[in-house]
């Protein structure tokens, strides 16, 4: 299970873990604030239950109840935030629902009960607060919930019984007696993880389809971006009501406007800022006296302006979320929806792609109308467009979880800068590209912050490669490999496999294309088929059905000079109607160089009887390498799709709650360097952290003298090793910090003397001597993009001068776990390269699963070092092993059971 570390006791009733802090998605998409209850709540709690119902009271309370008493009052606000842990939802400063639980008898057990305000009810906060006081109570060592609940609260057992829990019933004298375990299991998780993609993609729905929007800061000057916004939601003929809000004129763009948003008369769903920055804090209070769903803000001169305005920035979004409000920017380009019944652009961008199947989230606004621009002009229609700006609140996460059930967008494209949450990016990416795949261009790889580069994971470029694929990703470098990618996925079917046909009219373009296709790790059906120069539409078509109806070929790639006798447009419309007809039969992708025209060309489109862009239409590039290289990644793509899925298994016999306790020690403790970046573990705590893991290491005495080394040798049992404590000699083979298979005492003596002179320190490590095997090694390490990071390679100075080492992101699958330790170039050494018997990969493999675990639920940890762990047909063997802890760099994600601080990025 996920847990942080462990509560250490009961605590002051006004102070809690900041962790236990979050701002929540409820299911219509509007958002709460959870946090838990202090006394200072108990005025609000007096009038929240002041505003329940006799019902709502009745089933709560199994009575009347009018009012709270003053001795209840105090029980319910004064907790000690460990046996009695109560949380408050609250939407701006209102209470609208509480939860708490009550240990049972000092022991494991505890009873949980919440009560939901009746204009809040069926949002889902009944669910959430369960999913929080779980995580809570285990934090504090609860295992079990019990719940008391009356027969005809049908609303109450049923979030119990949808929350996938086993949960035991009894009913006796109408009342059900409900127990459950609050370890998690898979069907939880799910149920969880399904809860708050229903929830995420709801709020992001409800930006997209606004009934009503209001422009505020709409202006008659056209060089003021009030004026463009307005004129841009107008000239797409937005199919809701549109309020324009500027207090100096009665009317904008013949219009009729109002002084403040508050003026509107009707409702006002979203509500679009281009005012200067100093002036959004007083845009936000009238939003929110308005009751405004959303808020979309161009305007600049937030956190990309300075510390001062990141402090305007978090303040904005915070007082946002807290009354249930989202957020797009500020210094967003804005969003658009291209479905004909919304048509909504609600941006700066004065003019769109066609409609189509594309969603497309961006970071930066600078570059988002350069985007939709080239977009337009290549043919590439898209479904949804959003620019977050400085991700405040709505961050691509929010729109992977949109795009995941939205039956109008079928390709997914992103433009990143950062990832806020990695882990949480990584889960999301990774179940979409499931059913819809993902381009994603990230600028800025290289760029890493100065608090991250020193425990940042050096990665190469082929890993990082393999990280993208990891999650099913396709990576391109540039906005033009976007594109190229995009119409290829948007316009054509994946292929079956990687053999490829090349068919045209000229013999050295075909060869470009076929010499591409080989350096791409594609497979050739056929060497070229050349038409030649002087063949007609016919002949060209018939060539290419032949090759489409071909059942060694999986993709196709047309290569077209045109004549100089007849027009190139009539030897399009053949392929055309060649490639529909063909599709009918088997549906392969079909790439072209055609008519040296970049996009979709008319000729090479299909379209339905009004004119809209369809399914099917021929992709063209101006050149065959382009044309080839974008079929070659959708081919991995495709290949990615068709292996399987692989689980997200727990390994047996963890015990994250103890190691939380071990990690929260260590972090309340000293260091052993204070000028080290790093708060390594001592030995004992390092093994002890382990331990709860099911990671055992080699058996080991720290020693400082020539006798003493000799007693841990003999309490061991020879053959021992000898090692320096000095990590710096560990890496040095010229130095030789070891002295190993030692059978004596005599040897034993006469390792330390040798130790002491190279290393000038008595303190000797005295291990018993491991099996022999292949040294491998498994780290753990911190990158700013993809959050922790698995690697395993050989261990030596071979695998160091190389790097050969294989990454995978955390959560890890079983099949990424057993792919991670296959993948080193020198991985056939372990298989039996050289005649020998080869290692238990499994147990590799599982041994990484362990670590996986570890850094899943105890995200503190900052470095671990496995090195060397020896490879034997018989299983893996720890004999080294060394781990940092400290503040997680990123907020971790385990799923949404996670508690949270609010403070954390919120992406």
Same mark, same amino acid.
Request: proline share 7%.
């Given at each position: ?11 002051? #009733? ?169 370890? #998690? ?28 929007? $209001? ?14 916004? !307005? ?150 229609? !898209? ?100 594109? *190229? ?29 076929? *010499? ?137 016999? !963890? ?150 080492? $294989? ?95 609010? *403070?954390?990025?919120?992406?």
């Amino acid at each position: 299970m996920t847990t942080a570390p462990s509560a250490a006791g009961p605590r002051d #009733p006004f102070e809690y873990p900041r962790r236990w802090e979050a701002d929540v998605v409820l299911a219509d998409g509007r958002t709460a604030h959870l946090r838990p209850i202090v006394p200072d709540d108990a005025d609000a709690i007096v009038s929240f239950h002041g505003k329940l119902s006799d019902e709502t009271r009745y089933l709560r309370y199994f009575g009347a109840y009018p009012r709270i008493p003053d001795r209840d009052l105090r029980r319910f606000t004064v907790v000690d935030h460990y046996n009695r842990v109560a949380f408050t939802a609250l939407i701006g400063d209102e209470i609208v629902a509480v939860g708490r639980y009550e240990r049972l008898d000092d022991g494991p057990n505890a009873e949980v009960a919440f009560v939901v305000a009746d204009a809040h009810q069926g949002r889902g906060l009944g669910s959430i607060l369960l999913e929080h006081l779980a995580a809570a109570a285990a934090e504090c060592g609860i295992d079990r919930f019990v719940a008391e609940v009356l027969a005809e609260n049908r609303a109450m057992a049923r979030v119990f019984a949808e929350a996938g829990y086993q949960v035991s019933r009894e009913l006796e004298q109408g009342t059900l007696h409900l127990e459950f375990n609050i370890d #998690p299991t898979e069907e939880s998780l799910e149920v969880a993880r399904a809860r708050e993609q229903a929830a995420e993609a709801r709020s992001v729905h409800n930006l997209l389809h606004p009934r009503s929007v $209001a422009v505020i800061g709409a202006s008659r000057d056209p060089d003021k971006i009030g004026y463009a916004v !307005l004129t841009n939601v107008l000239t797409a003929d937005f199919a809701g009501t549109v309020y324009p809000v500027n207090p100096a004129h009665e009317s904008v763009r013949g219009v009729r406007a109002y002084r403040s948003v508050v003026d509107v008369p009707g409702e006002v769903d979203l509500a679009i800022v281009a005012v200067p920055a100093e002036q959004v804090a007083d845009v936000l209070d009238g939003a929110l006296a308005k009751g405004v769903s959303a808020l979309v803000i161009v305007s600049a001169g937030f956190g990309e302006s300075g510390p001062h305005g990141l402090h305007a920035e978090l303040r904005l979004a915070g007082e946002a979320r807290a009354h249930g409000m989202r957020v797009v920017g500020p210094n967003a380009l804005g969003v658009v929806n291209t479905d004909p019944s919304v048509r909504f652009n609600g941006s700066l961008a004065p003019q769109l792609p066609p409609r189509g199947n594309t969603g497309f989230f961006c970071q930066s606004g600078a570059l988002g109308i350069a985007i939709l621009a080239d977009a337009r002009q290549r043919g590439l229609g !898209l479904s949804t467009f959003v620019s977050a700006g400085n991700r405040a609140d709505v961050s691509g996460n929010d729109l992977l979880q949109y795009w995941e059930t939205d039956p109008n967008t079928d390709v997914v494209l992103l433009y990143l800068e950062s990832f806020g949450n990695p882990r949480k990016f990584a889960r999301l990416a990774r179940r979409l590209a499931r059913s819809k795949p993902i381009v994603a261009v990230r600028s800025g790889r290289h760029a890493v912050s100065r608090e991250l580069a020193a425990t940042s994971a050096n990665v190469d470029e082929a890993s990082v490669q393999a990280l993208f694929e990891q999650a099913g990703i396709i990576r391109v470098d540039s906005l033009a490999q976007l594109f *190229d990618t995009a119409l290829v996925l948007a316009n054509q079917p994946l292929p079956e496999g990687p053999s490829v046909a090349v068919v045209g009219n000229s013999a050295a373009i075909g060869a470009l294309a076929a *010499d591409t296709a080989m350096a791409q790790g594609l497979t050739l059906a056929f060497d070229p088929v050349d038409v030649g120069a002087q063949s007609g539409p016919e002949e060209f078509a018939a060539a290419v059905r032949d090759a489409l109806h071909d059942p060694d070929v999986d993709a196709l790639v047309v290569v077209f000079v045109p004549p100089l006798a007849i027009a190139g447009t009539a030897y399009a419309r053949a392929v055309r109607e060649v490639a529909t007809a063909a599709s009918q039969r088997a549906a392969k992708p079909i790439v072209s160089t055609f008519l040296a025209v970049e996009g979709v060309p008319e000729e090479l489109a299909v379209r339905a009887g009004d004119g809209t862009p369809m399914f099917g239409s021929i992709p063209s590039y101006p050149s065959p390498e382009r044309a080839v290289t974008s079929l070659a990644r959708v081919i991995r793509y495709a290949a990615w799709r068709q292996r399987p899925t692989g689980s997200f298994v727990r390994p047996d016999g !963890l015990h994250p709650e103890h190691a939380g306790q071990v990690v929260h020690t260590a972090l309340a403790g000293p260091r052993a360097d204070e000028e080290d970046v790093h708060h390594w573990l001592s030995d004992a705590q390092c093994q002890e952290l382990l331990g709860c893991y099911g990671i055992d290491v080699v058996p080991f005495e720290r020693v400082a003298t020539a006798d003493d080394a000799v007693a841990a040798a003999e309490r061991l049992g020879y053959p021992v090793a000898v090692k320096s404590v000095d990590q710096r000699l560990s890496r040095r083979p010229d130095l030789s910090g070891a002295r190993l298979d030692l059978l004596s005492e005599d040897g034993v003596r006469t390792a330390h003397e040798d130790l002491l002179e190279v290393s000038g320190a008595p303190e000797v490590y005295v291990q018993r001597m491991g099996p022999r095997g292949s040294s491998c090694a498994i780290t753990l390490q911190d990158d700013p993009s993809f959050g922790s990071l698995v690697t395993f390679g050989l261990s030596g100075v071979l695998g160091d001068l190389i790097g050969d080492r $294989a990454y995978r992101a955390v959560p890890l699958t079983d099949t990424d776990a057993a792919d991670l330790v296959r993948e080193p170039r020198m991985a056939p050494l372990l298989a039996g390269y050289t005649g020998d018997e080869p290692a238990d990969l499994a147990a590799l493999s599982g041994l990484v699963l362990r670590v996986a675990a570890l850094s899943e639920d105890i995200p503190e940890v900052r470095a671990l070092e496995l090195d060397p762990v020896i490879a034997t047909p018989d299983g893996a063997t720890v004999v080294s092993a060394r781990i940092a802890v400290g503040e997680p760099p990123s907020r971790p994600d385990s799923g949404p059971r996670r508690l949270r601080s609010i *403070d954390e990025p919120t992406e």
